[in-house]
């Protein structure tokens, strides 16, 4: 069975979008947010730099395999304003983002549907002005040895270009590495053959 192993993401936060209708402005930005407290420093970013406005709606999606999200309306009429935004999430396939429209009210109502089609606009525009990146989902591996197994160990990590976050070589060696994971099962076993070697699995 072929693993999926990778997942779309941005790279930066988006320059801002302007969608208009009726005299009312909807502002549309894209963030990468890896945990809800830089969610929460970028809306609030947002409120201080726009805070003549009438509404800050956003939607956010978090995580590769599962995944979490959240649609909030910021008090425009119900699954008029988060919905429409997340499905454009959705509809660009990427996670690790937070969409926020930022919305100044022009004196005339628009309707729920007229709200619904600025809203997804707005998050559209942001998002088509993102730069999107396919990235891998990894695995994360401590390994373990003696320094007489020094070359062992490099020459396997060079072989399969093997990504190395971080390493403490002393008389006990430790290396941390990242794996695609559809290789991971593969790896551990490689190294897991040899039996002065120790690899264990870091739970991210």
């Not at 709200?115 to 591996?141: G, M, P």
């Not at 007489?148 to 590495?177: A, P, Y």
Request: net charge positive.
């Amino acid at each position: 069975m072929e693993i999926n192993d990778t997942y779309r993401t941005i790279t930066t936060a988006s320059d801002a979008s302007l969608f208009k209708d009726k005299n009312s402005k909807f502002y549309g930005y894209a963030f990468p947010v890896l945990n809800e407290q830089s969610i929460k420093l970028h809306l609030e970013d947002l409120k201080k730099r726009h805070h003549s406005a009438r509404h800050w709606c956003y939607a956010y999606q978090l995580g590769t395999e599962k995944t979490t999200y959240r649609a909030n309306d910021d008090g425009e009429p119900s699954n008029s304003a988060g919905q429409p935004i997340y499905g454009q999430i959705q509809s660009f396939d990427i996670t690790n983002v937070l969409i926020v429209v930022v919305r100044y009210f022009g004196g005339v109502k628009l309707g729920v549907g007229g709200l619904i089609n600025a809203y997804r606009t707005a998050a559209q525009l942001a998002l088509e002005n993102a730069n999107i990146i396919e990235k891998t989902i990894n695995k994360e591996y401590n390994i373990t040895f003696d320094y007489k197994n020094m070359n062992k160990v490099m020459r396997i990590i060079k072989e399969k270009q093997i990504k190395i976050v971080n390493q403490k070589l002393e008389l006990d060696c430790q290396i941390h590495i990242s794996v695609r994971k559809k290789d991971a099962n593969q790896i551990f076993e490689i190294f897991n053959q040899h039996y002065e070697i120790k690899i264990t699995n870091l739970i991210d």
